[in-house]
């Protein structure tokens, strides 16, 4: 980019650059504006077709509130109102680079990305509107080895999905991309209909989609309140007048905080100030007969894509030097901002220039027209807010979004359903809004902002973990005990031990694609609880309290199992309508009618969100009081658990008088808690929840108690491996909102024959009447040094027949273990497929379940087979 990119110099740069800005902001202020006269003219047209009452008002007129507006209205709701403070498109979407992919790591989010190109090739046919979309493709740049088993991973976590995706070689990257220069490209990543669209045409055509289905939008509109009615709707305020909603939809962008504080919500979301730069005609570019595909340079952290005739660089400093408007975070968006821009800052971005004129070396001789620094929404963890919030009735969310262009048709779609419908369409619980909760402070938030902006183009490792912002205030009574001794994971604020340290041992989070340092200690952890006993801090567990009148009622409603009786437990399942598995929840009734409900961290606020709406829409006489953060947990599991917690109490721990599924009120070391015999584990062993103020005295006093019998520590990824092993299911892998509990193999938890009409019921007996296609199947896998991590592709005779939900390594067998989901024809024992990993396909067995049996079975075994001896030597 002569003559700007080119010089050193730090003054002649900065002077250059501001000669270049002041062009760009005569193009903003000569753009159409409204006059005093058409404004006035316009608000009276607005009063005259006001409607008072809606079904669904949607606050906010980007692409994310005008695609809702346009699916529910397309799926029939009446009455769906859009409010938009000033023009649609103002915030984030006028200027968007418009970037569309296929692409993306996660597994359901594909879903989105592929529906949203999918609404966007037909729209301008449905809606008469231009969109401007260009598809020529795109590729992901691996220029270093680890990037290239990065795309390996990903490939292997796309073939089940119908998304088109392949990994290309530097000479086919070149053919594609001609301009490029490959000396450094060791593959790419190729999705062929990727490529742009115009975000102020795509806005205005699901606009216009939007009203043709009868939706209203309404703009300039602001809301200046919010009120709650009594029977759960909402009086929108304006300076138009009243809506009363049955529902809201927060889909305002970065000014989604302001909505959130007009009902007492923090949301946290935060602007980032994100730059990209237009050049003028190149005539490289100018002379092809081809657009150029996106392209994506990894090492480099930049996007590049065609222009006209021109190129549009766009990339993502590192953490240091991006920039946050955290002034907005506290104080607000300022009244009257919409399509303003900030300042740009060529400085913060110069490596990445100088890294995308070394890969696309034109751009060194490019003159620059446009530089667009403008706000972006960001959570902490980059994904967005979408769905129903816990705490409030009627309110949703569709904010934080860092892609909203991609993310619009697909979210549109997905909210409207799951408003349609009364359940999502499928399973996002990572983008859920309930996921964050009041231990979001805003340093957290806004050092979480500047990882994840800073981070946008990392390494995408399995197990990944990011430091920035951590701890928060969420860590139980033994982290101070245990921080130093083990390589902590993050669970919805919480700090949790993965795996501990011994002399010897790399320390640290080392992240790879294959087994590293955490492999031999998981193992002596694994051995140390099949052996002797181990300790694990599990107090991230969602823990809620639900009593009174009808709380049997409520329950027998909401979850498919029969009500444990006082002072026993069992495992439950809540089902959406059409029988998806939304929830697994371990139920002890500890009094009459008082029950104890334990959920996985990830999983606190969602699954609270849908106990509390069942309990408030069928009228319940119960109280339900989180209680997470009051309770301490630990778990003891191992063959000499008993022996330990028997030296620290005079409850009779014996397998006669304390059974499994048992909870009791007893005294460990003086200390009074609530002790229940169950194990994720599988081993004998006990769940102990005790005041939080107590978690460190009980942990003491086990690790003192327990000095005879070698007790020592174990983390989450040993519990992976022995959970594994006994063949149980995880919530959010094996079973969630894509699957039903047949498939999963949750048969013996379903009881279908209780009298209570249970949520999904119905459902579930018209899929037995049907029947299956697919089963859950459990295999062992021949890798070698890589281990299934859950949603690889699974082959058969050269096909796609499936994809694994979750995996390990089995310390037991000496071998990869799996769960996976195939069709019904394939599930049998003895089944041979292969698992891919890393590119590599494994060869998989279906395997009889469990690996190894749990230590309930083995001692019921065990009694048996004494028992029918006894009786031979009788006779």
């Not at 021109?310 to 993502?316: A, Q, R, S, V």
Request: aromatic share 10%; net charge neutral.
């Amino acid at each position: 980019m002569k003559n700007v990119l080119n010089t050193v110099n730090l003054r002649v740069r900065k002077h250059v650059y501001a000669c270049l800005w002041r062009p760009l902001r005569r193009a903003i202020s000569s753009a159409p504006q409204t006059c005093a006269a058409e404004r006035d003219s316009g608000n009276s047209i607005l009063r005259n077709r006001w409607k008072d009452t809606a079904d669904t008002v949607i606050i906010g007129g980007g692409c994310i509130g005008v695609s809702l507006a346009y699916h529910l209205a397309k799926a029939g709701v009446k009455d769906v109102v859009l409010l938009e403070k000033s023009e649609l498109t103002a915030g984030s979407t006028w200027h968007a680079a418009g970037l569309t992919t296929y692409y993306h790591p996660g597994i359901n989010l594909k879903k989105i990305h592929y529906y949203s190109i999918k609404l966007y090739e037909k729209l301008e046919e449905e809606t008469g509107q231009a969109v401007g979309f260009h598809q020529p493709g795109s590729i992901r740049i691996a220029s270093t080895p680890v990037r290239v088993d990065e795309l390996k991973y990903q490939m292997t976590r796309t073939l089940w999905h119908p998304t088109p995706q392949f990994l290309i070689g530097p000479e086919k990257v070149q053919e594609l991309f001609p301009l490029l220069n490959v000396n450094k490209v060791l593959a790419g990543l190729h999705n062929p209909g990727d490529g742009h669209i115009d975000p102020y045409s795509l806005t205005m055509a699901l606009a216009a989609g939007a009203r043709m289905h009868g939706a209203q939008i309404y703009h300039p509109a602001p809301v200046t309140g919010l009120t709650a009615t009594s029977d759960g709707k909402w009086d929108v305020e304006t300076p138009y007048g009243r809506v009363r909603a049955t529902r809201l939809v927060n889909t305002a962008g970065f000014w989604a905080r302001e909505v959130g504080k007009l009902i007492g919500l923090e949301h946290p979301t935060i602007p980032v100030h994100h730059q990209y730069v237009v050049t003028a005609t190149v005539p490289q570019v100018k002379a092809l007969k081809a657009e150029l595909p996106v392209i994506r340079d990894l090492e480099g952290s930049y996007y590049l894509r065609q222009e006209r005739d021109g190129l549009l660089f766009g990339p993502y400093e590192k953490e240091a030097k991006m920039k946050l408007q955290d002034s907005w975070f506290r104080d607000g968006v300022p009244p009257g901002f919409g399509k303003e821009l900030f300042e740009s800052d060529l400085d913060r971005i110069m490596e990445h220039v100088e890294a995308a004129m070394e890969m696309v070396p034109v751009l060194k001789d490019a003159d620059i027209i446009n530089i667009l620094s403008g706000p972006i929404t960001y959570t902490p963890d980059l994904l967005p807010m979408v769905g129903p919030h816990q705490g409030v009735r009627n309110y949703w969310t569709a904010v934080g979004f860092g892609y909203g262009i991609i993310h619009a048709g697909g979210m549109g779609k997905f909210l409207s359903d799951w408003i349609v419908n009364g359940e999502p369409p499928f399973d996002l619980i990572e983008c859920d809004p309930n996921r964050y909760g009041k231990w979001t402070t805003e340093s957290y938030i806004c050092a979480k902002a500047r990882e994840s902006y800073g981070f946008n183009n990392v390494v995408g490792y399995p197990k990944e973990e990011r430091f920035a912002g951590r701890p928060t205030h969420r860590v139980s009574g033994v982290y101070d005990q245990l921080k130093s001794k083990a390589s902590m994971g993050f669970h919805a604020g919480w700090e949790q031990p993965h795996w501990f340290y011994k002399d010897g041992d790399e320390t640290g989070y080392r992240p790879s694609f294959q087994r590293t340092n955490w492999f031999e200690p998981v193992g002596r952890e694994y051995r140390q609880v099949m052996e002797k006993v181990g300790v694990i801090d599990l107090t991230p567990f969602g823990k809620f309290m639900v009593k009174g009148k009808d709380s049997v009622k409520l329950l027998d409603r909401l979850f498919a199992n029969v009500m444990p009786k006082v002072g026993m437990t069992n495992i439950s399942h809540m089902l959406t309508p059409t029988g998806k598995v939304y929830a697994e929840v371990t139920i002890t009734q500890l009094t009459e009618g008082e029950f104890l409900l334990i959920t996985g961290s990830g999983s606190e606020l969602h699954d609270l969100r849908w106990i509390e709406k069942e309990a408030e829409d069928g009228g319940y006489d119960v109280s339900i009081t989180n209680v997470t953060e009051d309770m301490g947990v630990l778990g003891i599991a191992g063959p000499k658990s008993r022996t330990v917690l028997q030296k620290l109490t005079d409850e009779d721990m014996s397998d006669s008088s304390f059974k499994f599924l048992h909870c009791k009120s007893i005294k460990v070391a003086g200390i009074p808690l609530r002790a229940i015999r169950i194990s994720y584990t599988g081993e004998l062993g006990w769940e102990l929840y005790q005041d939080s103020k107590h978690t460190a005295a009980v942990y003491q006093a086990l690790m003192q108690a327990g000095r005879d019998e070698g007790i020592d520590n174990f983390g989450t990824y040993a519990m992976t491996s022995l959970r594994l092993e006994k063949g149980f299911r995880a919530w959010g892998a094996e079973m969630n909102c894509d699957t039903n509990p047949l498939e999963a193999g949750l048969d013996y938890f379903i009881k279908l024959n209780k009298p209570a009409d249970f949520i999904g019921k119905k459902a579930l007996q018209e899929i037995m009447a049907v029947g299956l296609t697919r089963k859950l199947a459990y295999l062992t896998v021949q890798t070698d040094d890589v281990d299934p991590e859950g949603n690889e592709t699974i082959w058969h005779d050269g096909k796609v027949v499936g994809n694994t939900t979750s995996g390990a390594y089995s310390y037991n067998a000496g071998q990869s273990l799996a769960f996976g989901y195939l069709p019904v024809a394939l599930s049998a024992v003895g089944q041979k497929v292969q698992v891919e990993l890393l590119g590599k396909k494994y060869t998989a067995t279906v395997v009889q379940e469990p690996l190894v049996m749990t230590e309930p079975t083995r001692t019921r075994m065990k009694k048996k087979k004494k028992a029918t001896g006894t009786t031979k030597e009788g006779h």
